[in-house]
């Protein structure tokens, strides 16, 4: 086995920049105060979040008071969804979503629709691309929200947001518009206020960030009902002590990202490109991803392979993919997004993501190509 790993799943999670990881282990050993003390280490630690707070809202064109810190993606989806809909049960009793959005988002709709709630899940085409004609007959005076996933953890299918918020605010303006823009931060420049966002979820360890630590951009004036109650931090938003070595990576992360943005867009979009040409050209497969979404994923399918063989064998490469969603490959089920988008069984069977980051190189892509033509006529199944 190579000793050096090849790392393409960093749409599940993302090495951490060099700059974080020394912020945090200064942070733990330093400023270890609790920021709600008032003496001065707390004071310090307090520093820190405002930092961080005023580092992500830049990043976003909006007011640090309208970022609220999280545990990650899946609570400020709980927190926007939950926290919206508990807030406002007298606006209205629909709601809108994709059929391809994570599961911590659709789950969350699941479970209004069997409290009562009328829950319309929009289609997609073979793209993935959201069905704007259906969503504009669907939103009504009753919608009280619409939820859709930014970039597509899976396919990585960008969804043309500002179209969706003038249909949904063009039926009815009072419908707030919820997006999961955790694997669109970091990459795509994108401004709530102008793309007309009221609720943005983010992640951190998807932009080389630490784990455990999220965000939850929430438009003023918008009302919440906090899904954590206690304390009162992040002003009574949610509560518990914050963890500020996260937070104040996040913040580091997110500028790094954010000063290398394009650079990385066209560097990642090289990597892509080669890995999908060398697929195409050597081996029976197609591409699933639609040919301009992000270039950070890649999704392909391997006619007669079985995608956990194909993850396996490259694993004892130690070359390091996915077969989807790092929330469900563990629960040996089809793919909702795929499924959703029409692709066929058999080559959801055999689909694997691969996913870029600033870290990879061009010489890994050519190692990766070449250890998959090497394995795939071995573990194809015969017809």
Not at 231 to 258: H, K, W
């Amino acid at each position: 086995m190579r000793e050096k790993k090849i790392y393409f799943d960093n749409s599940a999670t993302t090495r951490p920049y060099d700059k974080v990881i020394e912020d945090m282990v200064n942070v733990y050993a330093s400023n270890y105060g609790n920021p709600s003390s008032l003496h001065t280490m707390g004071i310090n630690s307090e520093k820190l979040i405002k930092e961080a707070r005023r580092s992500i809202g830049n990043e976003l064109g909006v007011k640090a008071s309208e970022v609220y810190f999280t545990s990650g993606g899946t609570e400020s989806n709980s927190l926007a969804v939950e926290g919206y809909i508990n807030a406002n049960l007298r606006k209205g009793n629909h709601l809108v979503t994709s059929k391809t959005e994570h599961p911590s988002v659709l789950e969350i709709f699941k479970y209004y629709e069997n409290n009562g709630f009328t829950v319309d899940y929009i289609n997609v085409d073979h793209k993935g691309m959201v069905d704007l004609e259906e969503l504009d007959k669907k939103i009504s005076d009753k919608t009280l929200m619409a939820s859709i996933m930014m970039v597509n953890n899976e396919t990585g299918t960008i969804q043309p947001i500002e179209k969706i918020s003038r249909i949904v605010k063009k039926n009815n303006r009072d419908t707030v518009l919820h997006v999961d823009a955790v694997q669109a931060f970091g990459k795509i420049r994108t401004n709530p206020g102008i793309s007309g966002i009221d609720m943005m979820s983010l992640s951190s360890h998807k932009i080389h960030g630490p784990k455990g630590t999220g965000a939850l951009f929430v438009k003023k004036g918008f009302r919440l009902n906090p899904i954590l109650i206690g304390g009162g931090q992040e002003a009574s938003m949610r509560s518990g002590t914050e963890n500020v070595p996260g937070i104040s990576g996040f913040g580091i992360a997110a500028g790094i990202c954010f000063q290398n943005i394009e650079d990385t867009w066209e560097k990642v979009s090289i990597l892509k490109g080669k890995l999908k040409n060398g697929l195409l050209e050597n081996l029976d497969c197609i591409e699933i991803s639609p040919e301009h979404g992000s270039p950070y994923i890649l999704n392909m399918a391997f006619e007669g392979v079985k995608a956990e063989v194909l993850l396996h064998h490259l694993a004892g490469e130690n070359i390091f993919v996915s077969t989807g969603s790092a929330c469900s490959s563990r629960k040996n089920i089809r793919s909702h997004v795929l499924s959703s988008m029409g692709t066929k069984n058999s080559y959801i069977d055999s689909a694997i993501r691969f996913s870029f980051s600033i870290f990879n190189e061009l010489e890994e892509v050519n190692i990766t190509l070449g250890a998959i033509k090497n394995i795939v006529p071995k573990i194809k199944t015969k017809r």
